[in-house]
């Protein structure tokens, strides 16, 4: 299995940007695929982004289409997540997850994210 460890939230005005980060345990991190998930208070989690294992396919939801990039860096076993443009409503706890076939079977601890107008 994988550990997964979120850093890089924090408070940021809108229109401003933050770079989440997703360290991962495991000589075999580059073998996943990496999904960042979000979820606000009083809501259920949400998808955001993920990034195939090989290939590196992004994949983003359409509420952060254009504004969020999700790379990795697989020597530093790392996922990032750019996020520009932020909005009041991106503001949410978000955690990354590990998919070694067809479901994320892994998950961190979270990071929150907040938004202020």
């Known amino acids: 299995q994988v550990q997964l460890v979120e850093s890089g939230g924090g408070l940021v005005q809108a229109g401003g940007s933050l770079r989440l980060s997703c360290v991962a345990s495991?000589?075999?991190?580059?073998?996943?695929?990496i999904g960042w998930f979000r979820q606000a208070p009083g809501k259920e989690r949400e998808f955001v982004a993920h990034?195939?294992?090989?290939?590196?396919?992004?994949q983003y939801a359409d509420s952060v289409k254009g504004r969020f990039t999700i790379s990795r860096d697989n020597a530093k076993n790392t996922v990032y997540l750019q996020m520009n443009s932020l909005k009041v409503e991106d503001t949410a706890v978000y955690y990354c997850?590990?998919?070694?076939?067809?479901?994320?079977?892994?998950w961190g601890q979270g990071t929150q994210v907040t938004v202020s107008s």
């Open positions: 997850a590990a998919n070694a076939g067809m479901s994320y079977e892994y």
């Open positions: 495991g000589r075999t991190f580059s073998i996943y695929g």
């Open positions: 990034i195939t294992s090989i290939t590196t396919i992004t």
